[in-house]
Every structure is written in C-alpha cells, then in structure tokens.
C-alpha cells in the first residue's frame, strides 16, 4: 500500500498556489502583448514595402509613357534644321519646276514628322511674349506703344514633341 501512495502522489501534480497561477497568466499577456507588437511592426512594414512598390510600379510605367512619346527625339531634332532649309528653298526659289520638287520633298518630311509626334509652336506676329513658350532673340524699339512687350516678328519656327518641346521659336519682340 505504500507503494500504491507513492506511485499516486508521483501522477499527482503538485498544486500551484494562486501567485503561480496571477504570475503565469501575466507571463502569458506579456508575451501576447510582445507578439501583437511584432506583428503590428511587421504589418506596418509589410504596408510601407507595398505602397513603396506601388509607386516604384506607377513611376516606371509613367517614365516608360514617356521615354516611348520622345524617344526619337534626337533624330527629329537633328532633322529640323533640313526642314528650315526647305521653307528657305522654296522661299528662295523662282522655277516653277523646282518649286514643285522642294515642296513635294518638304511635304513628305512634314508628314512623316507630323505622324511621328511633331508638331509646330503657335506663334503669331502681334502676339503677346511668353518666356516660357518663345526665345527672344532681340529686343526693338516698338513702332507702336501697343506693341510693346508683344511678338514683332517670328524668324525660326518651333516645334514639339508631343507635350514637350523640343526648339522654342525665336521671335523678335518690341521695347
């Protein structure tokens, strides 16, 4: 018998006493409260890392749109002052034959300019100036005081590219 009450008190645990009992279950909020903390930095950063490759997303397909609108910039660029030379041609010449090959040539350029995304500035003569639309190349006395600060004469077209642009018409304006 005595071994049958040793036997038993060994699978008998040992009673906790209350403060055992108060102090684990403080233990456990604790680590609840540690563990709801990690997962709400971990929530937080999970977030930010998201809304970080959204943007990263957004950005790059805008600056793509972008790159796809101007990417042949360079050679419209280089071919605007062939374009000029066409209009001074055409200008210039008084042969009724050469005056139909130079427009025909200068025709089809412009066309495929234009088809590519080119487009030439506005700029009227009387207009007022916009330094953020025109290039000033010289400043004249106005022949009227109501021309002064306005656009006496365009002697290079601009152009642009799309929304950009890519030659600012230089215009004389009145002082």
Not at 107 to 128: F, H, I, R, Y
Request: hydrophobic share 40%; aromatic share 6%; glycine share 4%.
């Amino acid at each position: 018998m005595a071994e049958k009450q040793s036997k038993l008190k060994a699978k008998v645990k040992p009673k906790k006493s209350v403060a055992d009992k108060e102090e684990a279950k403080l233990d456990l909020w604790q680590q609840l409260e540690v563990l709801n903390e990690n997962l709400k930095q971990e929530k937080d950063k999970y977030l930010r890392l998201f809304a970080e490759f959204e943007n990263f997303k957004k950005r790059t397909t805008k600056e793509r749109i972008e790159l796809f609108k101007t990417a042949g910039q360079e050679v419209i660029s280089s071919l605007l002052p062939i374009l000029d030379d066409f209009e001074r041609a055409i200008v210039q010449t008084s042969d009724e034959n050469e005056i139909e090959g130079f427009l025909l040539i200068n025709n089809k350029l412009s066309d495929v300019l234009k088809s590519n995304g080119l487009t030439v500035t506005e700029t009227k003569v009387g207009a007022a100036f916009d330094a953020e639309v025109h290039e000033a190349i010289t400043l004249i006395p106005a022949p009227e005081a109501s021309q002064k600060g306005k656009i006496i004469d365009v002697t290079e077209k601009g152009y642009q590219l799309g929304d950009k642009i890519i030659r600012f018409p230089k215009v004389v304006v009145g002082q």
